[in-house]
Every structure is written in structure tokens, then in C-alpha cells.
DNA sequence: ACCCCTTGATCACATAACAAGATAGCTTAC
DNA sequence: GTAAGCTATCTTGTTATGTGATCAAGGGGT
């Protein structure tokens, strides 16, 4: 049985002709005889009245309904490829704590506006977690820190945050071996690669532990912070964002430490649903007007 | 986009192996290859990842979806007509009043007890019209009281009534024109055709017009009959078999007013659905039986 | 009642699509 | 490093498909 028969027959059910069929579906009417013939030898069945009028038999009918079901499955399949649509689309995304707080809302917002139809389903994670996620289908693609080791996977840079640590007071130099043993540092819930950044500073400056708090929103971070309770380490772009709103002072890092690019990752582009596509198309939109913004605003 | 290529796919996904897929569907991996190939061309869409392990990409699952609507549908669409299973079939019969109540019954017993599945539909009214609705499809078959006329369809004799004349008394000759004149009589609704035999017969005995009274079902009329409210026209073997329940009598009619023959009509048995051929099956059944029945019985 | 027009079936032929086998290139596991 | 297993590619023979021409049948108009 062929989707092509189907077409035909339905053709045939709605026009009552062999002839009309032939000329909307752009064939012959010879064409369409010997389809519908193989059809009902196939079956066994007659699907046609040609006496008289032609009509579809009560075993045409029933099939019909069924030649309905998979030519429409057929239609809705092409047209989420080969279409403008993306209607029906499911858009899995994988994203880190940090990012999703702070950089992903404005994308979600933008691409959702301007495709409201894509079942989008947003995923959080450390990073490792979203690449085993990743490989395994789970997800469509992730947001993670740093460079994928896996090959054969589309990476693009979208983010680059340069950190800078946090305080309620004005910093010229980083605090003290001793200061940042007592201090109280302040960060995203487990698993944040912010966090870890965090880990990696006091590493540098020779402080094997120090107190991390786990906070769950970035206004209590910037607030509990701005209150003196202790540091906490961000993108400098947001705690420019926020910073009339809080009493807060930053101090840049060393390169190695403040640079964390945020890398997109999926399967290779030729692998993607035009859903997927259109989203790392709003991506890289958000994503260069972001830069624009932050280089005008920062300078 | 062929349903061959889209087995494959599944197999594909369910096997993570071209090889595998080919020797589970019986072919070659090299068709394997070519299908899947000729799919991805068509969608401009890689569907299956090959780097590593076999495993369909997050474009071949979307399609996978719509895949599984497709075969799905398709494989119901053959099992109806090549399987045994009737499930989700529909069949809707068109009967006149008399014949659903006073044969259909058993038949429909027998037939929904072998195949419970089947969603039937009783449609009920005169001859002229269950005619008309068979020719414009919106029945399967039809029972109506006499030949069709129309060329081109299945009949099949099914029920051979003897009518008699139903009265509360013995009766060993017509009732004169006289006592036809003054006399009532009960028939099933409007459009029945026993009814219209009730004034064949009086017009055969020379009487225009008389009082027909319409009652809805078999026991309402044959009680009136004994109650001595008239007479009514039905099949000799109703009437034996309630005999015993009512004080009636019954007077065999002239052989040309008495004979009415209940056909069975159809489009060509070519045309049927496996629920229409076991429908008929299950007809004929009963139809025989019965006549046996009512042959020992009425000797 | 006749003729004409339209419709679907059939046939022959050219082309395209397909399945199968062999081989090459690549990856993975030992 | 080698061997085994996998997929891509190519070739070939066969099947299936689309097309146009022709034939037979039915319906409508005169």
C-alpha cells in the first residue's frame, strides 16, 4: 500500500471522478485506475462503484478513514520539515541554574513571541548532567561551561561572562588569605559551574574551604551580599545590572578565573528540526544584541 | 515518503542497526541504507546519527512520531480486510420495522455474539427509503420487502413470510365485505409494509377504505386482536409461536397477498468489508436454522 | 430512438525506482 | 595493531510506475 494510492483514492472519493482526480493530483487518468486496482487487489475488495456513478463502496469508506489518519500524519510530518510551521514542534532544552536565571528568559521570551506553537520544555542541570542528557536524546540540545570533549556535536559560544567578585564594601585587591577563611560566600544551589568558580578562586588564593551558602534567586544573593553577610561571585554585566538597586562594589578577577563562556551544544545542524533551527536562529539574535547592549552600556 | 521506508526507520530506531533492520524486515542493508538515505533527502534532514552508535537524531524521533501514526493506521487498514479481527469496524444495517422486530433480533444476538467488537447500527423504515439510503451509502445493506429494482446490487432472498389474517375468532373464510367495511385493523406504524398488504388484501376483497390503527409493538397488537378490537395481518409463524399466549385464530390469505418476501440488499460481495461478509454469514445462519425450525414446527 | 460526448479500462512502451550483492571505508574492541 | 563488525557506495538485473493511445460503456440532449 502506498501513500500515493491513498492520495489518489481519497481524490477519487471526494471529486466522484477518475479523470478529475487525475488532472487536481497532476497525473493521468490511467494512473489513477491502475492505483486504485492495486489498491482493492491488495485488499481484496472492491473500493469503488465505477457502475453508474462513481462512488467509493462501503469497503472504500472504511478505508478511507484510515487513508485520512495516515495521509494527515503524512502532511503534518512534511510540512514540520519542509513547511514554514513549526506547529506541533517540541523543543527540549537543557540549561545550567546560572544561565537559566540569567541569560535565558529574554531568549525564551523572543523565541516563544515569535513561535508560540513549539512545545517548549525546559531542563536544569549541571553541566555534566545536560551532556549525558544530550547524548542520550533527552534533550534537543544544552547550555553548558566550557567546551564539550564529546565529538560530532555542534558547539557555539553564545555567552562570555567575565566575573567579578561581589561585596558590600569597595575592593581594591582581593581580600586576604585570612578575611576569605571566615568569610561567607554566597551561591546558586549545587551543581551551579558559578559555584565551582567560586571553589576554583579560593583554590587560587590558597583557601582550601570557606562557608558557601545556597541561594536559590539572584535578588537574594545581591541582597544578602549587599547586607554584609559575605561574597559572592557573578557576571559583572549583571551586578552592573543591579547594581543601583543595591549597595554593592565589585573587583575583577584574574582572567583565568573571570572568563566563563557559556557554550550552546546540540547534534550537528544538519541533524536539527526546523523548531531547533529556529531557535539557535533567536539565539544568535539575542545573543549579538546582548553583546551590543553590554559593550554600549559597559563602556 | 513511503510507508516501506518508514518500517525501516523504526526498525532502525528500535534496533540501533542497519543490519539488524535489514534481516528483521527481510532485505538487505544496503536497502536499509538507500531508504533511509532517500527519507533524509527528502526531509533535508539527517534522521538517523551514524557517528558512534546508530541512533536516530532529534529530527528522526520527530519523525518517528508521525511514523508511528502512519504504520499504525495502516496496519489496522489490512488487518480489516486481510486480518480475522473485524475490531473497529461499523456496520450499519437498514431494516424495515417488521423485520427488526420480528427477525432481527436473533440475527443481531448471534452476529454481536460472535463479534462483540463490531459497532453496529440499526436504521429503521420503509422499503423506498432504506433503498434510497443504500444507494446514497449511508447504510452497508439493507432488508426491504420485495426486489430491488436497481441493477447492480447483491440480493439475496432471506425471509419468506405467509401472512395470515389474525382474528379473535375461527375463522373459515374472508370475512365479508360487509364486516371488512366496519372492521378495524392494527398494523405497525406508517410505511410498514405488512400494513400495506393489510390494504392490498382489502382491496382485494373490494373494500376501499378502513380503519387501520397504528400500534407500536407485536404484544400490544395481537392482545387487541384477542381483546376482539379487529383484525391484524402478520406472519403465520408469529402468530403460531404467540398462539398460546393469546386467544387468536388465523386464516391463510389468497397465495399472491400472502407471500411477502423479505430480501437482503447490498452493494457486490467484492465490496464488503469482512464485517458485511460475516454479517451475511451469520444471516444466512440463522435464516436456515429458522427455517428449519419453523418447517418442523409448522408441520 | 439516435447520436455524441464523457468516462473508465486496457494495452504497449519508455522510464524510473528498487532490491540484492560485492566492495570499500570507517569505527570499535580486544 | 589487528580483526571484526558496521555502514556507504557502486553495479546490475528486475520490478514498478507513469504516460499516451485506443476501446467499450453509459448518460444526456436533440
Redesign the interface.
Known sequence: ???KSLRLLMGVAETGSFVATAQRLHTVQSNVTAHIKKLEDE?????V?R??HV?????????AE??E??LS??D???S???GDKVAG??LRIGAMETTTALRLPPILAAFHGAYPEVDLQLQTGPTASLVERLTE?LV?CVFVAGRLDH??YHLEKVFSEELVLVSSTPMLAMPSTEELLTATFLAFRQGCSYRQRIELLLAYCGVSAARIFDLGSLDAMLGCVAAGMGYTVLPRTTVEAHQHRFGIHCLVLPAPIAQVDTYFA???P????PA?ARFVDTLRQVAASDTCRSESGGG
Open positions: 500500500m502506498q501513500l485488499l481484496g475488495v472492491q473500493l462503484n457502475s453508474g462512488r467509493l463502496t462501503t469497503a472504500g469508506m472504511a478505508l484510515y487513508a489518519r495516515m500524519a503524512h503534518e510530518a512534511v514540520l520539515f519542509k514542534s517540541r536524546g534537543d565529538p560530532h546540540a547534534a550537528q544538519a541533524t536539527w528540526t531547533l
